[in-house]
């Protein structure tokens, strides 16, 4: 906690960060800081779409639930808050970007309304070999509300709990992986997974990080 208010000023190397210990653990910093330091404030660095992707990951094996209010991965990890597909989405890019010190228009909606909300209204496809990490899918689903989850990659999955996993083995030869709030725990699921049993109707990517964006 007493590293909260300089952020690790020190040896910044993977083996002494303390963020990266925290990382291999599922946790992440700043959400520690926010969680046990009075009036935190995180000192503003660049958001990428990477951040999206990698803060999104934070959640994995947290419990599936119909909550729809945001909610910070260290909050899911320990239970306090038990998210639906929608409000996951939303909650990893409100607090990536409140991690970095930033603010950044949220993805919106339900599941199948995610890539018309306007964040994300502006920059949609439909060729999965266009995907970067932090994209958005959205798909029709059995449930009315449809169904969406961010995108992570390409490589393998193993380690299966319900209908995902929760291991992703990054590889460039491996298959789209995507991680989405679904029964019983957040975890991850390939393309060819997720089209067993849903409809994936279109991806999209957030305005701020779309080379045409339209501010």
Known sequence: ILLCGTLFKGDSSPKYNPREILRQYG??????????????????RNLTAQDIADYAQLYVGSPYGKQI?????????QERCRMQCGAFVTSAYKFAAKNHGQKIEL???????????????????????LLQPG??????SNSRYGHTGIYVGRGFVKDKVGEAYTKFIPNKKGEPVFVHATSPVIGYNTLRQLKKTRKVIKYCRHKRFCKNEKK
């Open 27 to 44: 946790f992440n910093l700043e959400d520690v800081c926010y969680n046990n330091v009075p009036d935190y404030k995180p000192k503003k």
């Open 69 to 77: 209010k945001p909610c910070r991965a260290l909050d899911a990890k």
């Open 107 to 129: 993805p919106t909606g339900n599941g199948k309304d995610k890539c018309d909300s306007k964040a994300m209204q502006y920059c949609k496809f439909n060729d999965p070999e």
């Open 135 to 140: 994209d958005v899918f959205v798909a029709k």
